[in-house]
């Protein structure tokens, strides 16, 4: 039944079946049969508040994750030492299970792809909502809750967490999984060991994580005896590609949008950082500051590095997008404008979209408007220019980051919000993007 409901995924290279062990696994195995997609496993283990283990203060995952209830922990006055006790109790048992489960297989890549996270059924939904959290640090394009048995408000909590929520039976009273199935004798580990044996032989790779993607330099002719110096890295099975504008000042070896750009390719988006200005123009712009806030020279070399990409044979084929850092966001909003049959999503980070003018009107392309939370005169011009957007626009607020999001960890949310939202516009599939009617949203 669940399999059915599922059947407009079948076939899609992108989807990967993800077990919550062990009783996920045999029916997993069944969904991934029927849409002839890979399976493997995910395993969840909650982070239990220590005297009250049933409630959880985070959780940990497979490959490495984990997630924190940072106001929970505060609250309760948890110190980091009991923390890290608990989540050390439970890696060795995740990594038990892993090791009796997976073997020396690698874990398989979830950036970028459709992810279904299969369970037996839901009934307070904990493990599956931590599933969830634990998979979006890993940047999917998609994540797909899948029972075939659930509680109904168990499923219309997850809804607010996942992508989507199919639940094939939802029964009221609910009152337990196990009543909705004529045998619901346990799984053992030797028949977890023998679906995933049989997965391996019978259904696709599932894919394992790649290696970073190698930069080249690129020299693109932007007219006049101008040439523009990038560095392209594009990581296999690449499903789009970010062109960075940089900021007052920088140039492409911005550590900052290095950093980003790395995040970005871990997640199997190319990227191209580029330098607005010749090297003799960002010398003399050092001083006169004058370049750097001419928007209509930048937007102008943006688009000829835009129809470049467009017309590269070994880049045609990849939707692109922007990342604009402070009056680059301008200039690439202004591109955006201009060249709507090639911009697919715009992000600005730290930026001065305000600069773009009459322009911000006429941008087509679903824009992430990202600002730190002590930035604030930044944050009321980019309220502002939320406001003249027409299109599909959000607003995110980093708590506790200035405007170059020095501190600890904000730049790494820059990087995780950029990544998620390319990959929702860039890597999904055309039926599948979001409508330019979508409301604004302020984070």
């Known amino acids: 039944m669940l399999a059915q409901r599922l059947q407009r995924l079948a076939g899609r290279p992108d989807v990967l ?8 696994v045999p029916v997993a195995f069944e969904v991934a049969q029927r849409l002839r997609a890979p399976l493997d496993i995910f395993v969840v283990r909650k982070l239990g508040v220590p005297g ?3 409630l959880a203060m985070g959780a940990i995952a497979s490959g490495e994750v984990r997630i924190l209830d940072s106001d929970l922990i505060e609250q309760l006055g948890i110190d980091d030492e009991m923390v890290e006790a608990v989540t050390a109790r439970e890696e060795r048992e995740l990594l ?26 839901l009934a307070t939904g904990a493990s599956m909502r931590a ?93 006049d005896g101008v040439t523009l110096d990038g560095d392209l890295a594009v990581p296999a099975d690449a ?58 020279l930048l937007a102008g070399r943006l688009l000829v590095a835009t129809r470049w990409l467009s017309q590269n044979p070994a880049m045609r084929h990849l939707p692109i997008g922007y990342f604009g850092a402070s009056t680059g966001a301008a200039a690439a909003l202004v591109a955006a404008a201009r060249a709507p049959d090639l911009v697919r999503a715009a992000v600005s980070r730290g930026g001065r979209p305000d600069l773009a003018g009459d322009e911000l009107a006429r941008v087509r392309a679903p824009t992430l408007l990202i600002v730190g939370a002590l930035d604030g005169q930044v944050i009321d011009l980019n309220r502002k220019a939320l406001r003249e957007l027409r299109t599909g626009r959000e607003l995110e607020i980093v708590p506790g980051a200035t405007h170059l999001f020095e501190e600890p960890g904000a ?33």
């Open 52 to 54: 009250h283990e049933e």
């Open 17 to 24: 079946v993800l077990a919550l062990p062990r009783g996920g």
């Open 96 to 121: 038990r299970r892993e090791r009796l489960f997976r073997g020396d297989r690698p874990h398989p890549r979830i950036a970028g792809r459709t992810v279904l996270v299969v369970d037996d059924g």
């Open 239 to 296: 499903i789009g590609v970010v062109l960075f504008a940089h900021g007052s000042g920088s140039s492409r070896h911005s550590p900052r949008n290095r950093q980003v750009a790395s995040a970005l390719q871990q997640v199997r988006l190319a990227t191209l950082l580029l330098d607005l200005l010749t090297p003799d123009e960002g010398e003399r712009d050092r001083y006169t500051r004058h370049l750097r806030f001419d928007i209509e």
């Open 411 to 443: 730049l790494e949310k820059v990087a995780e919000l950029a990544a998620r939202f390319f990959i929702r516009h860039l890597g999904a599939g055309r039926d599948e993007q979001v409508p330019a009617s979508e409301p604004a949203h302020q984070g």
């Open 131 to 223: 599933a969830v959290q634990a998979l979006r640090e890993q940047s999917p394009a998609r994540v797909i809750v899948a029972v075939p048995v659930a509680a109904p408000s168990t499923c219309e909590l997850l809804a607010s967490e996942a992508d989507d929520v199919i639940c094939a039976a939802t029964p009221e009273p609910f009152r337990a999984v196990g009543l909705w199935y004529e045998d619901f004798s346990q799984t053992t580990d030797e028949e977890v060991r023998d679906l995933l044996a049989r997965a391996q032989t019978e259904l696709p790779e599932t894919g394992a994580a790649e290696d970073p993607a190698r930069e080249i330099q690129v020299r693109i002719p932007a007219g």
